[in-house]
């Protein structure tokens, strides 16, 4: 359509397809109409244990995009669950929204109800809320909270603000306590709330997030 000079950028035929734009500002017609970015969308989802947060397995596993429908192919997972992890999982078709959310630097606090194996102390939340270095990696809570607790294993809230690969399980390894059970509740201020597994729900994209993310 480019080389068939259907195209224009800011009134003028443009017949180069290598030519950058940018999608925000660009006027943009296509035989004479205007076309713009796509709408922002966030969608809420409900991610069951047992699925790959992933466009395709190459293994054939089952992945989010065979339990959420062809429709949201487009769709991309602002960061990740691994496989056995349940719980809120937030996906978009705007890259510039999960890079915001994703950024550790925005320090966006995620929240997982957690059980391990074993009594997790008062010396382990201290350990955890300090920090430890696993890999090369230092691995920090930014809040712990216990629920419940025997001698067999303990139930807890973390909170994070980044998003290290498999950073809990390893931080809680870190302390000897095997993680047996791990769901996110919460993602900045959007809520798992009682949403049922496998199911999912557009929400608003809160008007605080868009300003912070051009500043």
Do not use: W
């Not at 067999?152 to 909170?159: A, G, Q, R």
Request: proline share 3%; hydrophobic share 35%; aromatic share 6%.
């Amino acid at each position: 359509m480019i080389v068939d000079g259907q195209v224009k950028v800011h009134g003028a035929v443009e017949v180069n397809p290598k030519r950058m734009v940018n999608p925000d500002t660009a006027h943009i017609e296509i035989s004479g109409k205007k076309v713009g970015k796509e709408k922002s969308v966030l969608l809420l989802f409900h991610k069951p244990k047992g699925v790959l947060t992933t466009k395709r397995d190459p293994e054939g596993r089952k992945t989010i995009y065979d339990v959420l429908g062809a429709e949201f192919s487009t769709f991309h997972a602002v960061g990740r669950l691994d496989q056995q992890t349940s719980g809120l999982l937030l996906l978009t078709n705007d890259t510039k929204l999960s890079s915001f959310l994703t950024d550790p630097q925005n320090e966006i606090p995620r929240t997982y109800l957690v059980t391990v194996r074993g009594e997790f102390t008062v010396e382990d939340i201290s350990q955890a809320l300090f920090g430890i270095k696993d890999c090369g990696e230092v691995l920090k809570a930014k809040k712990i909270e216990l629920i419940k607790v025997n001698g067999k294993e303990s139930t807890l809230t973390i909170i994070l603000t980044e998003g290290k690969n498999r950073e809990i399980r390893r931080l809680c390894l870190a302390l000897t306590h095997e993680v047996t059970s791990l769901k996110r509740t919460k993602f900045g201020e959007y809520l798992l709330g009682d949403l049922k597994v496998g199911e999912s729900k557009f929400v608003e994209i809160l008007k605080a997030v868009p300003k912070i993310q051009q500043k």
